[in-house]
């Protein structure tokens, strides 16, 4: 993947939703004009969004120290996907609105393994210094022994003294976007419908694994969400 054809890609996929152009036709267009893969196109997709949706979403990120006493849902896979992303060194990138995000694409094939284990382990220790009064992991039951994941979760809550419970549901969307508290994902259609946002799985990235791999735009940023 050659940096600057991607750099000026992004620009241009910025520039024309910047200038209310369709996602997905922008998308299109650049892809086309460059000629880019279908990983390339899923790198823009990712992280590249207009500037006023980005700011929105920037304006929504809280820090790890914002939730002491607070409850927080995480959306489950999300997080511990992003985070397996960093530890297995594959591609993640820092988007335009100060989220982490893994560019993989492998939620719906998602499968537990000796990586998830350590993902959750470094998830348990960041919400053990949050002080948290509830925690509420929701996982995707249609994903593979997705029950399975939330009953250990669950487990390893009450091993850890932390306050809260693990459950596989249908859609957790649902529940993630009229949550009450503060919501922990990186989807941006639950940020956009959200008011409070952790970027929980970015938050151990930096933090805890401090991936030197991650793709960053050139231009200049702020991230409201660094801890």
């Given at each position: 993947?050659?940096?600057?054809?991607?750099?000026?890609?992004?620009?241009?996929?910025?520039?024309?939703l910047n200038r209310g152009y369709p996602r997905?036709?922008?998308?299109?267009?650049?892809?086309?004009?460059?000629?880019?893969?279908?990983?390339?196109?899923?790198?823009?997709?990712?992280?590249?969004?207009?500037?006023?949706?980005?700011?929105?979403?920037?304006?929504?990120?809280?820090?790890?120290?914002?939730?002491?006493?607070?409850?927080?849902?995480?959306?489950?896979?999300?997080?511990?996907?992003?985070?397996?992303?960093?530890?297995?060194?594959?591609?993640?990138?820092?988007?335009?609105?100060?989220?982490?995000?893994?560019?993989?694409?492998?939620?719906?094939?998602?499968?537990?393994?000796?990586?998830?284990?350590?993902?959750?382990?470094?998830?348990?220790?960041?919400?053990?210094?949050?002080?948290?009064?509830?925690?509420?992991?929701?996982?995707?039951?249609?994903?593979?022994?997705?029950?399975?994941?939330?009953?250990?979760?669950?487990?390893?809550?009450?091993?850890?003294?932390?306050?809260?419970?693990a459950l596989a549901v249908k859609v957790p969307?649902?529940?993630?976007?009229?949550?009450?508290?503060?919501?922990?994902?990186?989807?941006?259609?639950?940020?956009?419908?959200?008011?409070?946002?952790?970027?929980?799985?970015?938050?151990?990235?930096?933090?805890?694994?401090?991936?030197?791999?991650?793709?960053?735009?050139?231009?200049?940023?702020?991230?409201?969400?660094?801890?």
């Amino acid at each position: 993947m050659k940096p600057n054809i991607i750099d000026d890609a992004a620009k241009d996929f910025r520039y024309l939703l910047n200038r209310g152009y369709p996602r997905k036709a922008a998308l299109d267009l650049v892809g086309n004009r460059y000629t880019l893969t279908f990983d390339q196109r899923h790198l823009l997709h990712r992280g590249v969004f207009a500037g006023a949706d980005a700011e929105s979403r920037r304006r929504k990120l809280l820090r790890s120290r914002d939730l002491r006493g607070q409850d927080l849902a995480i959306d489950g896979h999300n997080v511990l996907i992003t985070i397996e992303a960093g530890l297995c060194r594959r591609p993640l990138i820092l988007a335009d609105d100060g989220f982490i995000r893994d560019i993989s694409g492998l939620s719906g094939d998602f499968k537990q393994t000796a990586t998830t284990e350590s993902a959750l382990r470094l998830v348990l220790d960041v919400l053990r210094t949050m002080k948290l009064r509830n925690i509420l992991f929701l996982f995707d039951a249609p994903i593979s022994r997705s029950g399975e994941l939330a009953e250990e979760v669950r487990a390893r809550l009450i091993e850890a003294h932390l306050p809260g419970d693990a459950l596989a549901v249908k859609v957790p969307e649902k529940i993630l976007i009229g949550f009450p508290g503060s919501v922990a994902t990186s989807d941006t259609a639950i940020i956009n419908q959200s008011e409070k946002v952790l970027d929980l799985a970015g938050h151990v990235l930096r933090t805890r694994i401090k991936p030197q791999s991650m793709i960053r735009w050139t231009r200049k940023r702020n991230t409201p969400g660094s801890q």
